[in-house]
Nanobody, 127 residues
Framework: QVQVVESGGGLVQTGGSLRLSCAVS????????TAWFRQAPGHEREFVAT????????KYTDSVKGRFTISRDNTKDTVYLQMNTLNVGDTAVYYC????????????????????WGQGTQVTVSS
């Protein structure tokens, strides 16, 4: 049984920072490509960032490029999302998702590519 658990959400003012963590456990967790998605009230869930099994491939949605950084520490089976210069538009529930890719450098962006999902963590940015 694979488990995906997010942590690190909270309330922050505009311009502030938060770091989200995603722990994947259950099998050889470091073999997963892992991504962050988010869903704001009244909106569809959308892709935010992804990182390959190897850590060599990362992708971001345009609205977070230059502000968010995804990284992983396979010794801790954890993926991080460092979020800087937050704005009200970043307010959402953030979900972590994992999948076993065909190759170590693949990092999918589509939600349908991910098999395992966490429960989500709330990020609220106040003005």
């Amino acid at each position: 049984q694979v488990q995906v658990v997010e942590s690190g959400g909270g309330l922050v003012q505009t311009g502030g920072s938060l770091r989200l963590s995603c722990a994947v456990s259950g099998r050889t967790s470091s073999s997963y490509a892992t991504a962050w998605f988010r869903q704001a009230p009244g909106h569809e869930r959308e892709f935010v960032a992804t990182i390959s099994w190897s850590g060599l491939t990362t992708k971001y949605t345009d609205s977070v490029k230059g502000r968010f950084t995804i990284s992983r520490d396979n010794t801790k089976d954890t993926v991080y999302l460092q979020m800087n210069t937050l704005n009200v538009g970043d307010t959402a529930v953030y979900y972590c998702a994992a999948t076993t890719p065909r190759a170590r450098n693949i990092a999918p962006t589509a939600q349908s590519s991910y098999d395992y999902w966490g429960q989500g963590t709330q990020v609220t940015v106040s003005s």
